[in-house]
């Protein structure tokens, strides 16, 4: 057992760090984007844990309980200055001046960077240049509700992992829209436009749509896996029906894309062609797991 499994309720996160550790490929730099109280800053320390505890993540030994209480000295949280509202270039300059250092005890010398997107641009110029020649045995660990506002260079950078918000949260008219979308898998070009068109109705619906879609393959993956509260509460047969042809593995690909997505609306793309285009991915990949 691992400490990854306190992430409660973020099975995608959960199996994309696993997965990480699994491969032994651990990048210098992680995006851990998603809404606010889903966990990312916890994600963040029990991923540091993992990384520097002999046992993999015990939660016990001394290191992993230093990391915990915020006093191992190779585990930095990095957060703006009580009397600032953002992360200064000062501080990305002390990140800057320790991370080339050996690490004092750990594996991995880890900075967890607090609403990162509050960086200003001299600090962020800062990282970058970090990061453009990235040290050994160090690890970013970059925490953000708004992906979008993080520096382009970063961000490419960056491995990704996502959060999402308990689905319970969507409304009604989210969840409708949604689950709409889903009949549309499998039709053709032509019918499926016309199709979400009529569903979504406008930007509004564009993104309704896209949330109450993930809110779909996220119930489709906690009945595949056996985990947690789903949002279609009754559409359980579906459910699990649906996810017959499907992977765990290709759930949480497709969940990506739709995060993906997600994150484009957010950055201004327009809603209705990121629906459309994410759609046609889709459903190539339904027919493709459909065998058709």
Partial sequence: MSVLDEMKGQ????????????TGRIATT?????????????????????????????GACQTCMLIRDGAHPDVKMITAL????????DQMRNVQAEAYLRSFSGRYKVYIIEDAENMTEE???????????????????????????????????????????????????????????????GA??????????????????SIQAIEGLLAWYRDVLFRKEGLGAVSYKDREKELVEFGRRFTPDSLVRIIERILH??????RNVNPQLSTEMLMLELNNLYAAAHGT
């Fill in 11 to 22: 099975l995608l996160a959960q199996k994309i760090l696993s997965a990480v550790l699994r």
């Fill in 30 to 58: 992680y995006l851990f984007a998603g809404p606010r109280g889903t966990g990312k800053k916890q994600a963040g320390i029990l991923f540091a844990e993992v990384l520097n505890c002999e046992k993999e993540g015990c």
């Fill in 82 to 89: 009580q009397d600032k509202k953002e992360i200064i270039l």
């Fill in 123 to 185: 600090a962020a110029n800062s990282l970058l240049k970090v990061l453009e020649e990235p040290p050994e045995h160090t690890v970013f660990i970059l925490i953000t509700s708004r992906p979008q506002m993080i520096l382009p260079t970063i961000s490419s950078r960056c491995q990704k992992v996502r959060f999402v918000r308990e689905a319970a949260e969507l409304s009604e008219e989210a969840l409708e829209k949604g689950f709409s979308l889903v009949p549309l898998l």
């Fill in 188 to 205: 053709g070009k032509t019918e499926m436009l016309q199709g979400i068109s009529g569903i979504t109705g406008g930007r509004d619906g």
């Fill in 261 to 266: 997505a997600r994150e484009q609306v957010a």
